[in-house]
């Protein structure tokens, strides 16, 4: 697809539990972007200008993340965090919208999709996993990201960042063209209410919905970088689980494909969303 030759401003929405930006015209039908960890609503800028012809398109700030706070005893997990996106759709006015989650978000979208499944319609689930059966990596994963917490809270934020981008799992998007700008938008973030965020929705803390997915009713494309090893066989293992759910990989990326490939992106979701299937 070509990206629109004059791109829609984001608006700002003050109602409702979460800060918010949105695109389009609200007549439309709704599109639900959540991003990923170290994230913000304005991630989803490119991807929502280029599908803001079609979709009334609203990205929150998740608790911990831009412009919205974080309360432990409110979001102090992934199942409560789920409820507080409940309560923006509330707060908004929206009885059931189509998702696009990132990582963390689409773990948010999954427990969204199993305690209030009504309120949801086609979801994309991007880098996404259904949390942890084993008890013993469980407990693994918890320590490891309880040690990056401390990380976050003690040490040079952009050094936190540096290493993190580093990672296997992000392959190259250091060399992509929007790392620079999402880059500044971490930096934007508060590390010490990022660190609370980190423990509390740990994957290693989140309850594993795998026996659950296979009754999940919203039809779902579970999309992953052709690089991305370990969520590809993520993605292929959920949609064995559930019948009305279908893989798609990215070429040429990892984990965050919509800022490495956000063309390719963009068009599979589009694809998805209008009900064309994929090729």
């Not at 499944?117 to 991007?126: A, I």
């Not at 993605?235 to 064995?240: G, I, S």
């Not at 990215?250 to 963009?266: M, R």
């Amino acid at each position: 697809m070509r990206w629109p030759a004059a791109m829609s401003e984001a608006r700002v929405i003050s109602r409702g539990p979460l800060a918010c930006l949105t695109w389009g015209n609200p007549t439309d039908p709704p599109l639900l972007f959540l991003h990923g960890f170290m994230g913000c609503a304005a991630d989803w800028e490119s991807v929502a200008q280029a599908l803001d012809s079609s979709f009334y398109c609203i990205a929150p700030d998740l608790p911990a993340h831009g412009q919205s706070h974080f309360d432990p005893r409110i979001h102090g997990d992934v199942r409560r965090q789920a409820v507080t996106v409940t309560d923006l759709l509330d707060a908004l006015g929206l009885e059931s919208v189509d998702a696009v989650g990132y990582s963390m978000g689409g773990r948010i979208l999954l427990a969204l999709a199993c305690a209030a499944p009504q309120r949801l319609g086609r979801l994309v689930l991007v880098s996404t996993g259904a949390g942890i059966a084993d008890t013993e990596l469980r407990e693994a994963r918890q320590h490891s990201d309880a040690e990056l917490a401390m990380r976050l809270q003690h040490e040079p934020f952009e050094r936190f960042l540096d290493d993190w981008y580093d990672l296997p799992l992000f392959g190259a998007v250091k060399r992509c063209t929007g790392y620079a700008a999402m880059l500044q938008r971490r930096l934007a973030n508060n590390p010490v209410q990022l660190a609370r965020a980190l423990v509390a929705v740990s994957t290693g803390r989140q309850e594993p919905l795998w026996d659950r997915l296979a009754d999940i009713g919203s039809p779902a494309l579970l999309l992953y970088g052709a690089q991305d090893d370990a969520y590809r066989d993520t993605a292929m293992r959920m949609a064995l689980a559930n019948p009305g759910w279908q893989c798609e990989a990215i070429a040429d990326c990892s984990h965050a494909l919509h800022v490495e490939q956000p063309v390719e992106f963009v068009d599979a979701c589009k694809r998805f969303l209008e009900g064309e299937g994929i090729d």
